[in-house]
C-alpha cells in the first residue's frame, strides 16, 4: 500500500486513540490502591488475580456502601479489566463520598474517554487548581476529547496548557503530539514522543503515537512493529490493539484484524472503536446484517467518531434502513464535504430514491475525481438519463463502460441514452442487442431492448424480440409478459390476453402479467373480470403487499373508490411503517369522502415517523384536507421544531400559514426561512406573494425591489419583480424587465415569461414570433420548440403545430406527453395516424389524465365507445379541473342521456368562459343539451 493511501486513512486510526484511552502509565504502575485498605489490597493482588480482587472489594462496597476509597478501589480493578462503565459508576461514587478530585478525576476521564464519551470529559471534567498533575492530565484529556470532537483549535490550546502546566509527565507531551499529528506537524511531534522515550522506552501511549507516525510516512511495517510493542508492554492496552487492527484493516489483512478486534473485544466488550472495527470487518465481507447487529447498541456513541456516520449510513443502507442512512450519510457530508466516499453515499442513497437531480448536483462537480470510478460514473450518468440530460449522459455512461467492458448494466444504460436521439437510435438499438447475445441471461437488457421497440412503436420487432428472450428462458413468466405487452400496444388485444395467460401459467403469482391482464378488462369497461387475476394472486398469497395495492387501484381506476379500501388497509397493517402505503391509504379516504378516517390514518402515520419531514408534511396537508386545521398545522410546526435552522422548513410552513388566510404568522414563517437564508427566491416569492394580497402591489413591489437588490449574485434575482407585474396585469413594466433579462441571459425561463407577456398584450404574431426567431438560431433547443407547438396548438394551426410535435418526437422518442399532444393534432387534422400515436402515449403513461384523456375520447370518436367512455370516466376522476377532460366527460353523459350531469359540468366552463382548445364546441353542446 502507498504511503499517500495510508497517510489518508491515518484519520481513522487516530481516532482511537483519542476516543477510546488506553491506560497511561500512572495507571498502570501507580495502579495500587492508597486507601487505608493499602496494605490489604496490595496482599490480595500479589495473592490472587483481579478478579478474586475485585470480589473482595465487591463485599466490601457491601459492607460499607459510602466508602469512597474503597469505590475508588474498586473503580482501578474496574478499568484495568476494561469494564469502563462499571469504572466510571465507582469513580463517580468516589467523587461523591468525599475522594480527593485530584486522585479521582483524572481515572475519571479515563473511563470517559475509553467509552467514547468525550462531550463529557468536556463538560463534566474542569482541571484541578491546586494539583498541578492533576491539571495537566485533565487538560490532556480534555485536548484528547476535544480532538475526538474534530475541535482541533480547542485541541491545540488544551494541549499546550498541558504541556505547560507539567512537563515532566507524559500525558501532557502525548497529547500535544496528538493534536501535532492531527495539524500534519510530524517532526515536532515526533520530538516530544522521542524525548518520552527516552525516559520511558516502553511507553504504551509513546510507542503507539510512533506507530501513528510511521503510518503516516507509509510505513506498515514499522507501524505495526511500534503497536506490537505497545502492546507487549501493556497487554490490556486497548487502544494500541484497536490500531493495530484498524491499520491491518487498511492494509488489506482482514483474518489479522478480526484476531485483534476480537482480543481488544474481549478485554473491552463495549468499546465504541473495537465494535467500530468489528462493524467496518463485517460490512467488507458482506455480512451486513451482522455489522447491523454490532452496531446497534452503540449507535450513537460511533455518530460521535469522525467516520462514524459513514460507517452507520454504510450499513443502514445495506440493510435498506433507508431514512436512518439518509440521516447519517447527509450528517457526515455536511461535516465532511470534500469526503469522496462521504459524498458519494450521500449520492447512492438519493438515487436509490429517485432524486436524479441531487445525485447530479452533488456528483457533477466531481468528474475531475471521478474519472477513473466506473460506479460513479455509472451513477452520474444514470441520474442525467433520468432527468433527459442526454448528451451528459452518454459521457459518463461511456466512460462508465470504457472502465469496465462487462459491466452490462452500464452498457444497457448508455445504449438507452443512445435510444433518446434520433442521430443514435440505430446505436441504441445495436448495443442492446449486442448486450442481450452476449449475456442471454441480462433481463435488463432484455427488457430495456423490448420496451424501447413498444416505445419507438416498432411493435413486430418488440414481439420478435419477446420470442427470442422465451426461447432463452422457457421457464420464466417475463418473456411471455412482454410479448403480452407488445401485442396490446400494437392493438392486438386477444393475442396480448393469451400471452398474459401464459405467462400466469408459468407462475400464476407473477404480478406484471396479472395487472397487464387487469388493464387489457378494465379498457374494455370490464372491472369484474379485472379483478379476477389478482384476486387469484391474493387467494394464494394474501399478504402480497404489492398485489394488494395494485388490487387498490383496479377499484379506483373503475371509479370504485370506497371499494379499494379494504385492500390498502389490510396492506397499511402488513407493513406498517410503510409510509408510502399509509400515504395511499390516506389519499383513498380523502377521495372516498372518509374524512374520519383519514384523520386517523395521518394522526398514525405522524406517531409512527414523528421525524420524518414527508412523512409529516403528507400526513398535516390530510389533516387539513379534512378539516382538521389545527391539528394539521400543529405537524408542520412540529417539522420547523425538529430542524429550525432549516430554511426550507419555515418556507413550507409560510406556504401553508398563507394558503389558510393567516397572513400574519405566514409573514414571520417566511421571515424566518428568508433570515437563514436570504438568496432563497422561492421563500422570497412567497413573501411577495403574501405581502401582496394583504398590502396592496406598491408595497409588494418595494418588497420585490428590496429582495432583487439584496441578491446581487443571482442573475435571476429581478424576476421577482417581473413576475410581480406580470401577475398583477402590470404588463408593458412586466414586458420590458424580462427583455432585459432575456438580453443578458437567453434563458428558457425568460423567454418562456416574456413570450406569455407579450400574448396576454393580445399580440400573438408578436409572441410567436420571438419563438420561431430563437428556433431559426438554436433549432436543438426541445424546451422553446414544445412552447411554439404547444402555442400552434392552442390557436388550431394543428398541422404547424403536428410539424412541431414531429420533431419534437424525433429527438426524445419516449416523450409520452409529445406523443399526446401530436396525437390531438393528428385528430384534428383528420389523420388515421392519431389514435395509434395516442395508444403510444398511453402505453408508456397511463395514469397521466390528459393522455388518458386523449386516448380515451379517441377510441370513443372511433366507435369504441364502451372502452372510450370508461377510459374517460377514469381520467376524470384523476383530474376534474382539466376543461378538455369535464368537456369529454360532458359528451359522454350527454351522449348515455344524463344532460343534467352533463350541463352541471360544461355550465362553468361556459359561463366563466374557460379558454381552452374546445371552449367553442362546449359552448355549442350546453346550448344543445339545454334545448333537449
Not at 364 to 378: F, H, M, S, W, Y
Request: charged content about 25%; hydrophobic content about 45%.
Amino acid at each position: 500500500m502507498n504511503a499517500p493511501y495510508l497517510s489518508r486513512i491515518l484519520a481513522t486510526i487516530l481516532t482511537v486513540g483519542v476516543v477510546g484511552t488506553g491506560l497511561p502509565a500512572f495507571a498502570t504502575t501507580d495502579s495500587a490502591p492508597t486507601s487505608q485498605n493499602q496494605d490489604e489490597t496490595q496482599a490480595a493482588r500479589r495473592a490472587e488475580t483481579l478478579r478474586s480482587t475485585l470480589i473482595l472489594l465487591k463485599n466490601k462496597v457491601k459492607a460499607t456502601p459510602r466508602d469512597g476509597t474503597i469505590r475508588f478501589d474498586l473503580g482501578m480493578v474496574h478499568l484495568q479489566m476494561g469494564d469502563y462503565v462499571s469504572a466510571e459508576k465507582e469513580f463517580r461514587l468516589a467523587r461523591e463520598y468525599n475522594v480527593a478530585s485530584a486522585k479521582v478525576l483524572p481515572v475519571l476521564g479515563m473511563s470517559y474517554l475509553a467509552q467514547g464519551k468525550a462531550q463529557m470529559v468536556i463538560s463534566d471534567l474542569q482541571p484541578c487548581p491546586d494539583d498541578i498533575d492533576c491539571k495537566a492530565r485533565i487538560l490532556s484529556q480534555r485536548s484528547r476529547a476535544q480532538l475526538s470532537l474534530g475541535n482541533l483549535a480547542e485541541a491545540d490550546v488544551e494541549s499546550r496548557a498541558a504541556l505547560a502546566t507539567n512537563a515532566s509527565i507524559p500525558d501532557g507531551k502525548i497529547a500535544r503530539a496528538l493534536v501535532l499529528i492531527a495539524q500534519n506537524q510530524r517532526t515536532e511531534a515526533e520530538a516530544l514522543i522521542d524525548s518520552v522515550l527516552r525516559l520511558l522506552p516502553d511507553q504504551p501511549e509513546a510507542l503507539a503515537a510512533k506507530g501513528d507516525l510511521r503510518a503516516m510516512d507509509g510505513d506498515g511495517d514499522a507501524a505495526q512493529l511500534n503497536y506490537r510493542r505497545a502492546i507487549q508492554n501493556n497487554p490490556r492496552d486497548i487502544v494500541s490493539r484497536q490500531k493495530l487492527a484498524m491499520l491491518l484493516l487498511t492494509l488489506g489483512k482482514d483474518a489479522e484484524a478480526r484476531d485483534e478486534v476480537e482480543r481488544s473485544l474481549k478485554l473491552a466488550p463495549k468499546a465504541v472503536m473495537g465494535l467500530f472495527i468489528k462493524a467496518t470487518l463485517q460490512t467488507r465481507a458482506n455480512q451486513f446484517g451482522a455489522a447491523m447487529d454490532t452496531v446497534r447498541p452503540v449507535e450513537t456513541e460511533i455518530a460521535q467518531l469522525p467516520r462514524g456516520r459513514y460507517l452507520l449510513g454504510t450499513i443502514h443502507a445495506l440493510n435498506n434502513n433507508l431514512r436512518q442512512a439518509q440521516d447519517h450519510a447527509e450528517k457526515f457530508h455536511a461535516a465532511f464535504p470534500a469526503n469522496l466516499p462521504g459524498t458519494k453515499l450521500v449520492a447512492g442513497l438519493f438515487f436509490r430514491q429517485g432524486a436524479y437531480d441531487k445525485v447530479i448536483d452533488l456528483l457533477a462537480p466531481l468528474r475531475g475525481q471521478i474519472e477513473e470510478d466506473p460506479a460513479a460514473l455509472e451513477m452520474l450518468g444514470s441520474s442525467y438519463l433520468a432527468v433527459g440530460q442526454i448528451t451528459e449522459a452518454t459521457e459518463m455512461l461511456a466512460k462508465a463502460t470504457r472502465l469496465q467492458p462487462d459491466n452490462t448494466g452500464a452498457q444497457t444504460k448508455l445504449a438507452l441514452s443512445h435510444l433518446q436521439e434520433a442521430a443514435t437510435r440505430d446505436v441504441g438499438i445495436h448495443e442492446l442487442e449486442e448486450v442481450v447475445d452476449r449475456n442471454p441471461e441480462n433481463r435488463q437488457a432484455d427488457l430495456a431492448l423490448i420496451l424501447s421497440h413498444i416505445g419507438n412503436g416498432d411493435y413486430d420487432r418488440a414481439v420478435t424480440a419477446a420470442e427470442s428472450m422465451a426461447q432463452r428462458q422457457p421457464n420464466t413468466p417475463l418473456p411471455l409478459s412482454l410479448k403480452g405487452m407488445a401485442l396490446a400496444a400494437k392493438g392486438n388485444t386477444a393475442a396480448a390476453r393469451v400471452a398474459f395467460k401464459a405467462a400466469l401459467e408459468k407462475d400464476a403469482n407473477f404480478l406484471p402479467a396479472a395487472i397487464n391482464l387487469a388493464d387489457l378488462d378494465l379498457n374494455e369497461g370490464n372491472l369484474a373480470q379485472a379483478r379476477e387475476p389478482l384476486d387469484a394472486i391474493l387467494r394464494q398469497s394474501p399478504t402480497n403487499l404489492r398485489a394488494l395495492t395494485a388490487r387498490a387501484q383496479i377499484e379506483i381506476r373503475g371509479n370504485e373508490v370506497s371499494a379499494a379500501l379494504p385492500f390498502l388497509e389490510r396492506a397499511a397493517a402488513i407493513r406498517p411503517e410503510d409510509s408510502a402505503t399509509k400515504l395511499q391509504l390516506l389519499r383513498a379516504l380523502i377521495a372516498a369522502g372518509e374524512t374520519g378516517r383519514a384523520v386517523l390514518v395521518a394522526t398514525e402515520m405522524a406517531r409512527l415517523a414523528p421525524r420524518d419531514p414527508s412523512t409529516l408534511d403528507a400526513a398535516g396537508s390530510a389533516l387539513l384536507a379534512a378539516g382538521k386545521r389545527e391539528d394539521g398545522l400543529a405537524l408542520f410546526r412540529q417539522i420547523v421544531t425538529q430542524a429550525p435552522s432549516d430554511p426550507r422548513t419555515h418556507f413550507r410552513l409560510g406556504q401553508v400559514l398563507a394558503r389558510m388566510g393567516m397572513n400574519r404568522d405566514a409573514k414571520e414563517a417566511l421571515d424566518r426561512a428568508i433570515a437563514l437564508d436570504p438568496k432563497s427566491i422561492p421563500a422570497w416569492t412567497e413573501r411577495i406573494r403574501v405581502e401582496q394580497q394583504t398590502s396592496g402591489y406598491n408595497a409588494a413591489l418595494a418588497l420585490a425591489r428590496t429582495a432583487s437588490g439584496k441578491i446581487t449574485d443571482n442573475p435571476f434575482a429581478p424576476l421577482l419583480v417581473a413576475d410581480l407585474q406580470a401577475a398583477t396585469d402590470h404588463l408593458p413594466e412586466a414586458e420590458a424587465l424580462y427583455q432585459k433579462l432575456w438580453d443578458q441571459t437567453n434563458s428558457p425561463d425568460i423567454i418562456l415569461r416574456l413570450y406569455r407577456t407579450i400574448a396576454d398584450r393580445n399580440d400573438p404574431v408578436r409572441a410567436r414570433r420571438l419563438l420561431t426567431d430563437w428556433l431559426d438560431k438554436n433549432p436543438d433547443d426541445h424546451y422553446v420548440r414544445v412552447m411554439l407547438a404547444d402555442d400552434l396548438l392552442t390557436s388550431n394551426a394543428v398541422r404547424e403545430a403536428a410539424e412541431q410535435y414531429s420533431i419534437l418526437i424525433d429527438k426524445t422518442p419516449r416523450n409520452a406527453m409529445i406523443m399526446n399532444n401530436l396525437a390531438w393534432a393528428y385528430s384534428r387534422m383528420k389523420d388515421p395516424r392519431a389514435l395509434q400515436m395516442a395508444k403510444r402515449a398511453f402505453d408508456i403513461s397511463s395514469n397521466v389524465p390528459q393522455i388518458l384523456d386523449t386516448y380515451a375520447f379517441l377510441l370513443y370518436q372511433s366507435g369504441e365507445s364502451k372502452t372510450g367512455s370508461a377510459l374517460i370516466r377514469q381520467a376524470y376522476n384523476i383530474d376534474r379541473n382539466d376543461p378538455s377532460i369535464e368537456y369529454h366527460m360532458a359528451i359522454v353523459l350527454a351522449d348515455s342521456g344524463d344532460t343534467a350531469a352533463a350541463r352541471k359540468i360544461l355550465a362553468p366552463l361556459v359561463t366563466k368562459k374557460v379558454v381552452f382548445p374546445d371552449a367553442e364546441d362546449a359552448r355549442k353542446l350546453y346550448q344543445r343539451i339545454g334545448e333537449s
